[in-house]
């Protein structure tokens, strides 16, 4: 899919992060944007930021795991744009880092919720209007830890496995029903964002917690640029490529998971 002025783009999770890089990205192209987020303060810096940059941008306060509020988000693209080219389903969350055993049910459904139940809700509102007028594109962000295995991020992890499997399938399907309509997705390492101090945007917390987004979590100060990471997105986009995943050491990380899967198969799987 070629990327032009005058397209729109939806980002959820869309203030901060990896979100905020791939709407500055689009911006570039000359795109408007609808920045959907949780995060109040945060969603009203970057609308200000674009709009103070000449972008026409929408903002919406929406919580991704809702699926009545994505709804609402899709509606309210259409009405204000007439039109939807891209959507990059971004929101996420972690719950921090201890085994599996020790999670609660509470941190499971949070992360499940957002992760998720954030990229179906956004798959039930926004790919329909874009297989029924024959052409877009679609971008689930998952993570390495979606292609790789990573110890002690259980509940994370098996949100970023199942947003690749869906990515995949949901590939399979369009290109049988509305082949004009790609999609990525999106499989990172380690980036410079605030995913880490996800808390902040817990339920309860959210509406009081006034957050700096342009600050990444400690523990992921050392990952790469956020820009870099939509740079190489949006390459993806107009290649058509399905799996995306930038950071040093991935095409290793993958290798290892793949050749331990075969080493373990029997004879019978020839």
């Known amino acids: 899919m070629k990327l032009e002025a005058g397209q729109v783009a939806v980002i959820t999770g869309g203030a901060s992060g990896i979100g905020a890089a791939l709407a500055d990205a689009f911006a570039d192209r000359g795109l408007s944007l609808v920045l959907c987020d949780v995060e109040p303060s945060a969603l009203g810096r970057a609308v200000a930021r674009f709009e103070d940059r000449g972008v026409t941008v929408l903002g919406l306060q929406i919580d991704a795991s809702d699926a009545a509020q994505m709804d609402d988000a899709a509606r309210q693209t259409l009405e204000r744009f007439g039109r939807v080219d891209v959507v990059c389903l971004n929101a996420g969350v972690m719950a921090g880092l201890k085994p599996m ?13 957002v992760n998720l139940w954030g990229v179906i809700n956004g798959i039930r509102s926004f790919v329909p209007p874009l297989v029924e007028q024959g052409h877009g594109y679609l971008v689930n962000t998952a ?3 979606g292609l790789s295995t990573v110890p002690f991020i259980g509940p994370y992890t098996a949100t970023k496995h199942a947003v ?12 049988q029903h509305a082949p004009g309509v790609g999609i990525s997705v999106l499989c990172p390492g380690l980036v410079s964002t605030r995913l880490a101090d996800a808390e902040r945007n817990r339920p309860g ?5 006034d957050s700096d987004p342009d600050v990444p979590s400690p523990t992921m100060a050392s990952g790469m640029d956020a820009a870099m990471v939509a740079r190489e997105t949006l390459d993806a986009i107009e290649a058509g490529r399905l799996h995306v995943a930038p950071g040093p050491g991935n095409r290793q990380r993958i290798m290892q998971r793949m050749d331990l899967l075969l080493g373990n198969l029997s004879s019978s799987a020839d």
């Open 101 to 113: 055993w020790e999670f609660t049910h509470d941190d499971w459904t949070w992360v499940m919720n």
């Open 143 to 145: 993570s390495m830890a």
């Open 164 to 175: 690749v499997g869906i990515s995949e399938s949901l590939r399979l399907e369009l290109e």
């Open 205 to 209: 917390t959210v509406a009081t917690i």
